[in-house]
């Protein structure tokens, strides 16, 4: 009896240890931003109209045509008078920029935000086990996050990742690196730097393609504190519910709606062609396929999986029907939308059933700071909290879309009221103003 006993308890102990174990690691998969800290350039930097209209004149390889049609994508861009531009941009230099030009662009914005981040969260540069930095289009050597821990004298066993080509939606990738080594390294502190190399990749050709990132691009970016600490639980901004990444690298139209390339005559660009809406709705049909399931109720889910197999079948996703048939307030409270330009913006709004009211971080950190690339996400998560929407328990959907072609969403978790003005502080109360069409 004792035998059987014996045998029957030793499978079942081994079973709930077995389980115990699985349920404590699933606990340690955790992930809290404790700060972030966006970039700020300096008054004297500001793109107005008058600006930009400036520097597209001096453009001699342009004719009268390419001079309208850049004045007016710029009018209608929902970009306004207090972006910030690159300095050489500023200085005529854009033509020939130089290595140092480059570097000092990117240090600025690096280690101003760095050494903001540290010092308001007490964590010493010493004490960060790891470190991603994602910037496009400049990947020197020494790597950016060499100069960074050269700097600041970090550890010698940190655990670093320079992230290059990677677009505006890198920001989100960084961080899922981030938080995988949390899954392997308990009380670990991780740094995440996301922004662009912008002057030195300004368009000085006469493709219209290529030159619409003229109009949407400006200087920005934001670093982050991220955690895995129980301990730190309590100082903690956000957590991080969920994270689904899409590419479709594999798809040729899509892999070359967004690319960098040399036109006819030469001119290093980016492109951007028509059928990047296009690219963006098929990245986020298939990244909802993982993500809605994480995020709504089983309800919703019955509802939308009904609709979709009687309702009426879509070969050629657009980005406006992409989400049609779901209730994406069932789930979350917030949309953080990279402020890419205003027809991603409008797509995805009309697409998820939101509200101006919903829309408004996204386009009015489009118009105060423009397109910062993989730093935009940021500025429209400042903007919610600088007006006090974060409460306690919401939950926030990040969207953001980048070359390559990727789609790259997640949801936060609110920890506590969030009323910080940030990067906004000083025109928080002129947010949002009666028009954002710049003047003509």
Known sequence: MELLLAVFLLPLSYAIILFCKKLLAWRDQRCYM??????????????????????????????????????QTIVSSGIGEETYSPKIVLAGQEDSPSLKDSLSEIEEIMYDTLDKL????????????????????????????????????????????????????????????????????????AVVVSTESMGPNWYCGREKSMMLSNCLFRVGGCSMLLTNKRAMKHRALFKLNTLVRTHLGSNDEAYNCCIQIEDSLGYRGFCLTKKLTKAAALSFTENLKALVPKVLPLWQLLRYVISSRF??????????????????????????????????????????????????????????????????????????????????????????????????????????????????????????????????
């Open 34 to 71: 404790v700060h972030y800290e966006c970039f700020k350039a300096s008054e004297d930097t500001k793109l107005n109209t008058d600006t930009c209209a400036g520097i597209v004149l001096r453009n001699k390889n342009l004719g009268l045509e390419e001079y309208k049609f850049l004045l």
């Open 118 to 189: 540290f010092a308001k969260t007490g964590v010493s540069p010493s004490e960060i086990d790891v470190l991603v930095v994602n910037v496009s289009l400049l990947s020197p050597s020494p790597s950016l996050t060499a100069r960074i821990i050269n700097r600041y004298k970090m550890k010698e066993d940190i655990k670093s990742y320079n992230l290059s080509g990677m677009g505006c939606s890198a920001s989100l990738l960084a961080i899922d690196i981030a938080r995988n080594i949390f899954k392997f390294h308990k009380d670990a502190f």
């Open 311 to 440: 309702g009426k079948k879509n070969d050629s996703p657009v980005l406006e029907l992409v989400a049609a048939g779901l209730d994406f307030k069932t789930g979350v409270e917030h949309f953080c939308i990279h402020p890419g330009g205003r027809a991603v913006i409008d797509g995805v709004g009309k697409s998820l059933g939101l509200t101006e009211y919903d829309l408004e971080p996204a386009r009015m950190a489009l118009h105060r700071f423009g397109n910062t690339s993989a730093g935009g996400l940021w500025y429209v998560l400042g903007y919610m909290e600088a007006k006090k929407r974060l409460k306690k328990g919401d939950r926030i959907l990040m969207i953001s879309f980048g070359a390559g072609f990727k789609c790259n969403n997640c949801v936060w978790q609110v920890m506590k009221d969030l009323e910080d003005a940030n990067v906004w502080e000083d025109c928080i109360a002129s947010y949002p103003p009666k028009s954002i069409v710049n003047p003509s």
